[in-house]
C-alpha cells in the first residue's frame, strides 16, 4: 500500500468491504489512482468480518459436532463427542483476522491505492471530507453497505436483542434462542445453534420460511429443519417482545390464534437496510429508493454526476460475489467510459444450511409474471444414486423451462451440496442451454450434479420407473 498521501484521484470510494476493494483492484489494473474511505466495520466489511467468513466457520463447526453424533454408516468409532463452544468463537475470530490480513491488507501492497480510515462525506462536485482532510476525484464510488434491519415490533427496543453480528462474538452458548426471520440468515443461525446444542425457535411473518424460493424448496428445508428438532412457525405476526423472569417472551399471532414462545435470547434476522445516512448523498444528488438504497441505472451511475454505487447499498441480492462484480462493473464504466452491465437473472445465490438451498435464475412464479409459458419438473433426490449410495437423500430439485423454446430458465436446489451444484446450472443459463442440451451432456456417475441430467430427462419420461444407465 502507498505511504503517499494524496488529495486527488481518478476514483475514491466510500466503503471498505467487497465492493470498495474490487472497484480499487480494477483502477489499480487499469493504471488509474484510487482511495478506500472505510468506516464502521473494519477493513473488509461484512463478508470478511461478520458475515461469510465466520458463519460458515461456525456452521461447519456445528455440523461437525452435530452429525458426528448420527454416523449414516458403521464405521464410527464408539466414544463421547465433545463440543467446546467458547473454542470454536476464538478459532472463529483467529479465521476471521487471518483472512482480513491476507485477502483485504496485504492486497494493497504495492499498489496505487491509498487506505484511509474515517467517515468519508461526500459533497458536490465529487469530493469528499475524511475529517480535516478534502479529497477530490474524477468519479465516486459509494459502497458503504448495509447493516441489520431492526422491525419496529412493540417492545424489542426494551430487550438486549442479538443480530448475526453480536451473537457470533458471544462465547456463552445461549440455551434456547428465538430467531425472528426465517430467510438465509435467519434459518443458517437457527440451524447452526440447534447443531452447537441451542433449543431454537424460528419466527417468519411470511406463509413460508425463505418466501422468495420456490414453494417445492421452502417445504423440504423446512421438513429437514423440523426433522433436527427446530420449531418454525409460518405466517407468525410478532406483536409484542418482553423479558419476564429471566427470559424473553414472544407475543405473536399464528394464523388467528395468539402464541407465546420464550427463549433466553433473540436473534433479530429480518433482512438488511443500506447505510446511506450521514455521508452527505442526497444533499450532493444522489438520489434515493422508498427503501433508502442508493438509486442506479443498469450501469451501476447514480443520480449525480460522476457518482456511482456497488455493492450491498444498491438494493440487489446482498451476496459478497455480487458486490465485488458490481465494484468492478462501476469502476472499469467510471475509468474507461464504458458501459458494462450486469445479468442479474443469472446471479447464483445459496443457502448454506445442511442440506444447502441453491438457486439460479428465475422462479416459476417469476418466469409466468414476465408473461412466460412456463413447464416445470421437480424431482426429489431420492431418485438420485449418489444420495441413495451415500445414505441422504433430503434435497429436492426445481428446473423451470421455457415451454417454447425448451430453454432452461431457473434451477432451485435443496442438497448437501447445492452451493456447489448450483454452479454447472448458472453454466447451463449463461449458454442458454435447453433440457436437451443438457440430456445430451455425459455426466460422471455416481454424483449429486446427476440431479439436473435426471430432473432434464423427467421432461420426456417417467424417472419412477427408469434405470440409472437411461440415455
Same mark, same amino acid.
Given at each position: ?13 466510500? %466503503? ?19 482511495? *478506500? ?13 461478520? %458475515? ?18 448420527? $454416523? ?43 487506505? *484511509? ?38 417492545? #424489542? ?22 430467531? #425472528? ?30 418466501? #422468495?424460493?420456490?414453494?417445492? /424448496? ?12 427446530? &420449531? ?35 436473534? /433479530?434476522?429480518? %433482512?438488511?437496510? $443500506? ?9 450532493? @444528488? ?18 449525480? $454526476?460522476?457518482?456511482?454505487?456497488? @455493492?450491498?447499498?444498491? %438494493? =440487489? ?16 464504466? &467510471? ?22 438451498? &441453491?438457486?439460479? @435464475? #428465475? ?20 431418485? *438420485? ?22 430453454? *432452461?430458465?431457473?434451477? =432451485?436446489? /435443496?442438497?448437501?451440496?447445492? &452451493?456447489?451444484?448450483? =454452479? ?13 442440451? /443438457? ?6 456417475? $455416481? ?25
Amino acid at each position: 500500500m502507498s505511504e503517499r498521501v494524496r488529495s486527488s484521484y481518478d476514483l475514491v470510494v466510500v %466503503g471498505g468491504g467487497a465492493a470498495a476493494f474490487a472497484a480499487a483492484i480494477r483502477a489499480d489494473e487499469l493504471g488509474r489512482s484510487s482511495a *478506500i474511505v472505510n468506516s464502521g466495520l473494519p477493513m473488509g466489511g461484512t463478508c470478511v468480518n461478520v %458475515g461469510c467468513v465466520p458463519s460458515k466457520f461456525l456452521i461447519e463447526a456445528g455440523n461437525e459436532f452435530f452429525y458426528t453424533q448420527s $454416523p449414516q454408516f458403521a464405521c464410527n468409532l464408539p466414544g463421547t463427542v465433545r463440543c467446546d463452544y467458547s473454542a470454536a468463537i476464538s478459532n472463529k475470530d483467529r479465521m476471521v483476522q487471518k483472512l482480513r490480513k491476507s485477502n483485504y491488507a496485504e492486497v494493497l501492497d504495492g499498489r496505487k491505492i491509498q487506505y *484511509i480510515e474515517g467517515t468519508g462525506r461526500l459533497l458536490p462536485g465529487r469530493k469528499v471530507r475524511v475529517g480535516s482532510r478534502l479529497l477530490s476525484a474524477r468519479n465516486v464510488l459509494i459502497a458503504t453497505g448495509s447493516r441489520p434491519k431492526i422491525p419496529p415490533i412493540e417492545g #424489542l427496543s426494551e430487550v438486549e436483542f442479538l443480530t448475526n453480528r453480536t451473537l457470533m462474538q458471544r462465547k456463552d452458548l445461549p440455551a434456547q434462542l428465538v430467531v #425472528l426471520g426465517g430467510g438465509a440468515v435467519g434459518l443458517e443461525f437457527a440451524q447452526m445453534y440447534a447443531h452447537f446444542g441451542s433449543t431454537v425457535t424460528v419466527l417468519e411473518s411470511a406463509d413460508r420460511v425463505l418466501p #422468495l424460493e420456490e414453494p417445492e /424448496v421452502s417445504e423440504e428445508i423446512t421438513r429437514c429443519l423440523e426433522r433436527e428438532g427446530i &420449531a418454525i412457525h409460518a405466517g407468525a405476526r410478532v406483536q409484542r417482545i418482553e423479558r419476564s423472569h429471566g427470559s424473553i417472551v414472544c407475543r405473536f399471532v399464528n394464523g388467528k390464534s395468539p402464541v407465546t414462545c420464550e427463549g433466553e435470547e433473540i436473534l /433479530v434476522a429480518t %433482512g438488511v437496510e $443500506p447505510n446511506t445516512r450521514g455521508f452527505g448523498l442526497e444533499e450532493s @444528488g444522489v438520489g434515493l429508493t422508498d427503501r433508502s438504497f442508493v438509486k442506479t441505472d443498469r450501469f451501476l451511475r447514480s443520480t449525480a $454526476p460522476g457518482v456511482w454505487a456497488a @455493492g450491498d447499498v444498491t %438494493g =440487489h441480492l446482498a451476496l459478497e460475489t455480487l458486490a465485488a462484480k458490481e465494484g468492478a462493473v462501476a469502476a472499469t464504466n &467510471a475509468l474507461n467510459g464504458e458501459k458494462r452491465s450486469i445479468a442479474y437473472d443469472m446471479i447464483p445465490r445459496a443457502v448454506f444450511t445442511n442440506p444447502q438451498v &441453491a438457486s439460479v @435464475g #428465475l422462479t416459476e412464479a417469476e418466469f409466468l409474471r414476465r408473461g412466460g409459458s412456463c413447464d416445470c419438473r421437480v424431482i426429489g433426490m431420492d431418485r *438420485i444414486p449418489k444420495a441413495l449410495t451415500v445414505g441422504d437423500t433430503r434435497g429436492v430439485l426445481k428446473m423451470v423451462v421455457d415451454a417454447k423454446t425448451r430453454r *432452461i430458465v431457473g434451477v =432451485h436446489v /435443496v442438497s448437501p451440496i447445492a &452451493a456447489d451444484l448450483i =454452479h454447472a446450472a448458472a453454466y447451463a443459463l449463461r449458454g442458454r442451454l435447453t433440457v436437451e442440451d /443438457v440430456i445430451d451432456t455425459v455426466h460422471t456417475f $455416481p454424483t449429486f450434479s446427476e440431479a439436473l441430467k435426471i430432473a432434464a430427462e423427467s421432461f420426456h419420461r417417467d424417472m419412477s420407473h427408469m434405470s440409472c444407465c437411461i440415455e
